[in-house]
């Protein structure tokens, strides 16, 4: 299985976010475009379309809300045991550096 690390993780997360935006962003101006479609086709073809939006805006609020109470999370634990979280690091950059030293 493969481990990511935090930073890897925050930019996918990131990136996936940002997406969603861009996503998000071209649903309303393809909208505001097709506004004047005022076809049977048209209007079903909009409403699914902001129903979509809709969805992705959901699933971008809770993306970030999730990405948040990680950080905060992990940002507690490492206030709370702050050497044990030195030393995970430290061991963590060790094994790495061995691992790069041997290829």
Not at 32 to 43: F, K, P
Not at 67 to 95: C, K, M, T, W
Request: glycine fraction near 8%; charge should be negative; avoid cysteine.
């Amino acid at each position: 299985m493969e481990t990511r690390s935090a930073e890897e993780i925050e930019q996918s997360t990131e990136k996936l976010l940002q997406d969603l935006r861009d996503v998000v962003r071209d649903g309303e101006e393809l909208l505001r475009a097709g506004a004047e479609d005022l076809s049977e086709g048209g209007a079903a073809a909009r409403e699914k379309l902001a129903a979509a939006l809709e969805v992705a805006r959901d699933t971008q609020r809770r993306l970030q809300q999730q990405a948040v109470a990680g950080a905060r999370a992990v940002d507690n634990l490492i206030r709370e045991h702050p050497y044990q979280s030195i030393g995970i690091a430290f061991g963590v950059g060790l094994i790495a550096g061995l691992i790069v030293a041997r290829k």
